[in-house]
């Protein structure tokens, strides 16, 4: 025993604090810190809300399942998943009512993946969009894949800090839906049927639309975009913007049928700004190659040589059987699920 | 002038506006060119490696040899601009707030160390003002943001933010964690007439 005790404590009370520091400096290494208030930090504004989707131009987004699922479109070079509880393929099959995944499976996908995890609302169900925001998901589709809850409005996507992609079929529709908030748009097509041709028509009723808009705009002929938007029920600004840009102020993504990497690059040179895969992947019987030759033949559209490659990573022989839009009953049909 | 921009994937449109109007703010005459393959690389005077996700731009860059080539003209002294994604994929260390190691590839050229997703996810995503040692005052875009919380050797933070540093310089390059392509034109000028124009 020493003559000091309490100084002997003293000294071991330092080492343990200097212990706490070295601790607290290994924890900041990897990133965990004792919460920093951030100077000044404006969360949910229109730039972070429109300015992430713009980060996965030229991506892919690819429906899932499960952690599995998800963490094969993450090896495959993915930009992003989105969670649900059946593939469109399985909702056609199964009927009934189609909700909102669990959010526990939500959850144990946001825990094992790095990539922006979406997940789909029934059009104009608040209540699931609120749950959605609250654990975290970073996009939110209000998708005519499930069932809608309101047959005339869709949900008000200002009142939201997580960015809402909608689907349409043409301009007036994707109009509405950008003046309700939302941040992304993508086309409808007709989803769950390894179909393709919906989407195509989807993307060129919408931009020949733009392009007549553009041309009375440069005409200066006010009075048509005038028309237009008082047809469409949206703002004259919104109209405007839209033709002096010759395309939607959002960023707009291919989504609906898409099967092969060969659709997905169809799908960008019709000027899709990314995809959008739900069935094509996961009802196929080579998913992962599939995932890894869709993802390429998406960022390398505008060379063919790429895109042969891609596609002779995947067999036809594997992809998913698909439905023919044209023997599907009216009241089959999910695209023309809210308007 | 020459400057490229990775056009893989991510936001190369936003960059590609922003290095022209830069340029026709600065009365230079220079083009934008899209780097998507190896040939894209010869007789640049800059590139800039944009946001997005950084594990589909190094899956995509690791096919041929695209990302090797592509660090040996940093290394050989190529100015560099990389923003978010970018500033991930010139990094030495990094890590994931959540799931820790990635085992992603990265460049590998910068004496900095990063946390991705460092903010939290896209709901924590914001907007802040920034004020820049020798560039000005921005308006700063922070999207599912990493944050460069170490640098060393000759790494030399522009600005500090909490905890970590926004914009870090070294020689021939510049990372940034936030979007500048976003909302100015004034780092694009910056990084022509003090990296490029060197």
């Avoid at chain 1, 008082?230 to 839209?242: D, G, K, S």
């Amino acid at each position: 025993m020493s003559i000091s005790p309490g100084l002997e404590y003293l000294d071991k009370l330092r080492d343990f604090l200097y212990g706490m520091l070295e601790f607290r400096d290994r924890l900041r290494e990897v990133g965990v810190q004792w919460p920093v208030k951030l100077p000044n930090a404006l969360p949910g504004t229109v730039n972070v809300k429109v300015g992430f989707p713009a980060m996965l131009r030229n991506g892919v987004i690819m429906d899932v399942t499960n952690v599995e699922q998800a963490q094969i479109a993450e090896e495959a070079g993915a930009v992003g998943v989105m969670v649900l509880d059946k593939l469109p393929y399985d909702v056609r099959k199964a009927g009934g009512v189609a909700r909102m995944a669990d959010l526990k499976v939500i959850e144990d996908v946001m825990n094992h993946i790095t990539i922006p995890v979406s997940a789909k609302v029934r059009i104009r169900h608040y209540y699931e969009a609120v749950l959605l925001e609250s654990i975290g998901v970073d996009l939110i589709d209000e998708s005519e894949v499930l069932t809608p809850v309101d047959e005339q409005h869709h949900i008000n996507k200002w009142m939201f800090r997580v960015p809402f992609v909608n689907g349409c079929r043409e301009l007036c529709e994707a109009l509405r839906r950008i003046s309700e908030g939302a941040s992304m748009i993508r086309s409808k097509g007709e989803a769950g049927t390894g179909n393709v041709s919906e989407a195509v028509k989807h993307f060129k009723v919408l931009n020949r639309a733009i392009q007549e808009l553009s041309s009375a705009y440069r005409e200066g002929d006010e009075e048509r975009l005038r028309d237009f938007a008082r047809q469409c029920q949206v703002p004259m600004e919104l109209v405007t913007l839209t033709a002096r840009l010759g395309r939607l102020p959002v960023i707009t993504f291919a989504a609906g049928g898409i099967a092969t990497p060969a659709d997905a690059a169809l799908m960008m040179w019709l000027g899709a700004d990314g995809v959008f895969v739900g069935s094509g992947i996961f009802k196929s019987q080579d998913p992962r190659q599939r995932a890894e030759a869709i993802v390429l033949a998406t960022a390398y559209w505008d060379d063919p040589e790429t895109v042969v490659e891609a596609q002779k990573m995947v067999s036809e022989k594997s992809a998913m059987v698909g439905i023919d839009v044209r023997t599907l009953k009216p009241e089959e049909l999910l695209q023309t699920r809210g308007v | 002038m020459r400057i490229g921009v990775l056009a893989v994937q991510g936001d190369v449109e936003e960059h590609e506006y922003a290095v022209r109007r830069a340029m026709e703010r600065l009365g230079i005459n220079g083009d934008v060119v899209r780097v998507k393959r190896v040939e894209d690389l010869t007789g640049l005077s800059g590139i800039i490696i944009p946001g997005g996700e950084s594990t589909s731009i190094w899956r995509l860059t690791s096919r041929g040899n695209l990302m090797d080539k592509l660090r040996d003209e940093i290394t050989n002294g190529l100015p560099v601009m990389g923003t978010c994604a970018g500033a991930i994929f010139m990094a030495r260390e990094v890590r994931d707030r959540v799931v820790g190691e990635t085992g992603q590839g990265v460049l590998n050229v910068m004496d900095i160390s990063v946390v991705r997703n460092f903010y939290g996810r896209q709901r924590e995503s914001f907007e802040t003002t920034l004020n820049i040692e020798g560039i000005g005052t921005v308006r700063a875009v922070f999207i599912r943001a990493p944050a460069i919380v170490k640098y060393w050797g000759s790494a030399k933070p522009l600005v500090a933010y909490g905890d970590n540093y926004p914009v870090v310089i070294e020689n021939n390059m510049l990372a940034l964690t936030f979007h500048p392509e976003l909302t100015t034109t004034l780092i694009h000028e910056w990084f022509i007439m003090n990296l490029v124009k060197r």
